[in-house]
């Protein structure tokens, strides 16, 4: 009974750990995707730039 129950709170820490990841990636992924996107938008800009 009590290995179950070490082994309940292990797995809810690791659960909990987990999700905070994934959250942060989220985050992560997300502002590098605006930051490529934002280069992208200048890249073009510059290339309309270029053909004037």
């Known amino acids: 009974r009590y290995n179950y129950a070490v082994s ?11 999700v905070r990841i994934e ?8 502002r590098m995707v605006n930051l490529l996107r ?3 938008a200048d890249r073009k800009v510059k290339n309309e730039e270029d053909i004037d």
Do not use: C, F, V
């Open 8 to 18: 309940n709170a292990i797995n809810e820490d690791l659960l909990l750990k987990t």
């Open 23 to 30: 959250a942060h990636l989220g985050r992560e992924l997300s």
């Open 38 to 40: 934002a280069l992208q």
